[in-house]
Nanobody
Framework: QVQLVESGGGLVQAGGSLRLSCAAS????????MGWFRQAPGKEREFVAA????????HYADSVKGRFTISRDNAENTGYLQMNSLKPEDTALYYCAAVRPPSAGAIATTTSTYNFWGQGTQVTVSP
């Protein structure tokens, strides 16, 4: 089973940037599709971005499109979420997740699809 550890969260002013990292425990990280989700207090966990095994395909929630970029470095067993132009409504606990997809280009956008989750990293954006 792959273990995931997120890092890079913190407190930032609106308009600022953060880069989250998701370190995977397995060298077979390249066989997993990966996603980022977030959960604000009192709200359900929501999809943010996803990337295919090779990194060729990506998908974003409308709320972050054009501001966030998902990427991965399979040689380093690490995924990333670059977040620019942050807004107070981006404040949440951010999770990375992984799943072995049915095909190379498959991307998953629902929480129920993912088998493995990290513990989360807090992102707080002040006005």
């Amino acid at each position: 089973q792959v273990q995931l550890v997120e890092s890079g969260g913190g407190l930032v002013q609106a308009g600022g940037s953060l880069r989250l990292s998701c370190a995977a425990s397995e060298r077979t990280f390249s066989t997993y599709a990966m996603g980022w989700f977030r959960q604000a207090p009192g709200k359900e966990r929501e999809f943010v971005a996803a990337i295919s095994r090779s990194g060729e395909y990506t998908h974003y929630a409308d709320s972050v499109k054009g501001r966030f970029t998902i990427s991965r470095d399979n040689a380093e067993n690490t995924g990333y979420l670059q977040m620019n132009s942050l807004k107070p409504e981006d404040t949440a606990l951010y999770y990375c997740a992984a799943v072995r997809p049915p095909s190379a280009g498959a991307i998953a956008t629902t929480t129920s699809t993912y088998n493995f989750w990290g513990q989360g990293t807090q992102v707080t954006v002040s006005p």
